[in-house]
Every structure is written in C-alpha cells, then in structure tokens.
C-alpha cells in the first residue's frame, strides 16, 4: 500500500487522473483512491510490490507531476499489506 499527499488542488490533480491511470494499470496498479486534504489530494494505491511501485513512480508518474508542476510528495509511504480484499 502506497499513501502519500499531493501538494496539489483538487483540479490540477483531476487533468492529470486520466492520462496516469492509463499508465498505471498497465504498470500493475491494483486499487486507486483519492480524498481532499485541506486543499490537496491524499491518495492511497495497491500495487503488487515495491518494485512495481518504484518503477511506475520514478518513470510516469515523476514526469506527469513534474509536467503538471506538482513537486514530489514530503510524507510518501509504502506499507506491506498482510491481505486486501475487493467487494
């Protein structure tokens, strides 16, 4: 599990949703989340390793953030989950 804040609105997070969502699964991303943090976007991701996680956030992801402005995240996380399960 992967959690972290956006130092960002919740517009500028929103024109740049699509375009890594449809790199994201392709990269592994198993869950996607987001919620409003006082004025930024909190987001909570599972994905199936750390590797995993790591390649997506350092390729794609860095270039999309670094493309939309938004500065790398101060409080990321990455949190080994014992079990998740879906509806």
């Known amino acids: ?13 929103q024109s740049l949703h699509a375009q890594m969502m449809s790199l994201a699964r392709p990269a ?17 991701d599972f994905w199936p390793s750390a590797d995993a ?15 939309a402005g938004i500065a790398p995240p101060d409080d990321l996380k990455v949190t080994p989950v014992l079990n998740a399960h879906g509806a």
């Open 28 to 44: 592994g991303l198993l869950f996607h989340s987001s919620h409003a943090v006082g004025g930024q976007v909190g987001i909570v």
């Open 53 to 67: 996680w790591n390649a997506f956030a350092q390729g794609p992801l860095a270039e999309g953030m670094k493309g």
């Open 1 to 13: 599990m992967v959690t972290f804040t956006l130092r960002t609105d919740a517009a500028t997070y």
